[in-house]
């Protein structure tokens, strides 16, 4: 954890605003700033920053869920934080260009994360909390979840978190939800494809566990190079893709576990992956 959000932390696990906890290869991040509704202040960022890094490196982690403890997923930026910078000699300008930077990188590192990173919505997830769902490879929903995208409601457009709406859900689904700043439900959220799957109240994060222990026993290897492959292609033109694609393959087909996979397969026998 970096020394700016070590220092918005005591040693108390309670009142540490990120917690982590490892469960057979599951690394679970959990957002812990119910008081202020998990609203993603500086401090909270770059300790989420700081756990993908951390999670990025550890090879004992096949698969991450995002979850967050209170009456709120997370509100957003804490507008708080951010709007008492406006007495700075710059008007706030040099301290919103760099939460606003932190944000987006932290969105990106769960993309580039080389393991699946699963969101547990068990409520509200707003701006930037809707962000940082739809910024999650996978997510899972309690039917008391809702989403928004409601800065233009307040004079400022979701910008950013429209980065990750608009590259989840069909673009007018993503502008009606930037237009109006309406709340929506979790089971409009999986008509939309923000969410994967609603569950019941409760349940949502033990539906994540499950969802993140399947992907758990595949082959690492084979996820990372899965994951990588579906970002980078979903951005080309298809021809490109196609080509970009087919040398993805190529060199799959190659990797130890592929063969002992289809070996596998073939020989009616479960496979062991040494994730190479």
């Known amino acids: 954890m970096s020394a700016r959000a070590a ?23 959990t957002l812990n700033r119910p008081q202020a509704r998990n609203s993603l202040s500086e401090a909270l960022l770059e300790a989420l ?10 090879q004992t982690v096949r698969a ?7 009456a709120a997923f997370s509100a957003g930026h804490d507008l708080k934080e951010l709007n008492a910078h406006r007495s700075d000699e710059d ?13 987006s990188r932290v969105m990106q590192q ?5 393991q699946p990173v699963i969101a547990a919505v068990h409520a509200t997830a707003t701006a930037a909390g809707c962000q940082l769902v739809a910024s999650c490879d996978l997510a899972i929903a309690s039917h ?5 995208t409601p800065g233009v409601n307040i ?8 980065v990750a709406l608009s590259r989840n859900v069909s673009r007018k689904h993503a502008m009606q939800m930037l237009l109006t700043g309406d709340l929506i439900s979790a089971e409009e959220a999986a008509r939309i494809g923000l969410v994967n799957e609603v569950v019941p109240a409760g349940e949502e994060r033990a539906a994540a566990l499950k969802l993140a222990a399947k992907i758990a026993g595949k082959s690492t290897l084979t996820v990372k190079i899965g994951k990588e492959a579906f970002y980078r292609q979903a951005e080309m033109p298809l021809a490109e893709a196609y080509d970009y694609a087919s040398q993805v393959m190529v060199e799959n087909m190659l990797a130890r576990d592929a063969e002992e996979g289809i ?14």
């Open 263 to 276: 070996s596998a397969f073939i020989e009616k026998r479960d496979a062991k992956w040494q994730d190479r």
């Open 144 to 148: 008391a979840a809702r989403f928004a």
């Open 110 to 114: 769960i993309v580039t994360l080389p």
């Open 91 to 103: 008007h706030g300008r040099a301290y919103f260009k760099h939460v606003m930077s932190l944000c």
């Open 64 to 70: 991450v869920v995002i979850a967050a403890n209170g």
């Open 155 to 162: 004079g400022l457009f979701c910008s950013t978190p429209m």
């Open 49 to 58: 920053g700081d756990a993908l890094s951390a999670v990025a490196h550890d």
């Open 7 to 29: 220092a918005a932390a005591s040693s108390a696990p309670s009142s540490l605003i990120l917690l982590r906890e490892d469960k057979g290869g599951i690394a679970i991040l």
